[in-house]
């Protein structure tokens, strides 16, 4: 059973940081992608950043790019988002994704979904 388990979440003022942790379980870690995304209140999931152990590559959304960073652990199966100089605009539930490709940050490329941690910033 392919299972994908975010943590990490919570409250934190303007300007701080988080690490998130997506432990992966049930498929071949290095075969899928990994993606992160969010979803604010009332509006769209929408693709944070990828990672691909196969094409050996990342990828970030252009409102996190330079203060967002994805990288992965294969032996322990977890993929982690670093969250830094967070906004208020970065507030809404975390989820990670895994899938087959292709590659990229669009949510419907991804096939197995965690449960989502909530990430609030206060301004």
């Known amino acids: 059973e392919v299972q994908l388990q975010a943590s990490g979440g919570g409250l934190v003022q303007a300007g701080g940081s988080l690490k998130l942790s997506c432990a992966a379980s049930g498929f071949v870690f290095e075969d899928y992608d990994i993606g992160w995304f969010r979803q604010a209140p009332g509006k769209e999931r929408e693709g944070v950043s990828c990672i691909s152990s196969l094409e050996n590559s990342t990828d970030y959304a252009a409102s996190v790019k330079g203060r967002f960073t994805i990288f992965s652990d294969n032996a322990k199966k977890t993929v982690y988002l670093q969250t830094n100089s967070l906004k208020s605009e970065d507030t809404g539930v975390y989820y990670c994704?895994?899938?087959?490709?292709?590659?990229?940050?669009?949510?419907?490329?991804?096939?197995?979904w965690g449960q989502g941690t909530l990430v609030t910033v206060s301004s």
């Open positions: 994704g895994a899938g087959f490709g292709p590659y990229g940050l669009g949510p419907t490329r991804y096939n197995y």
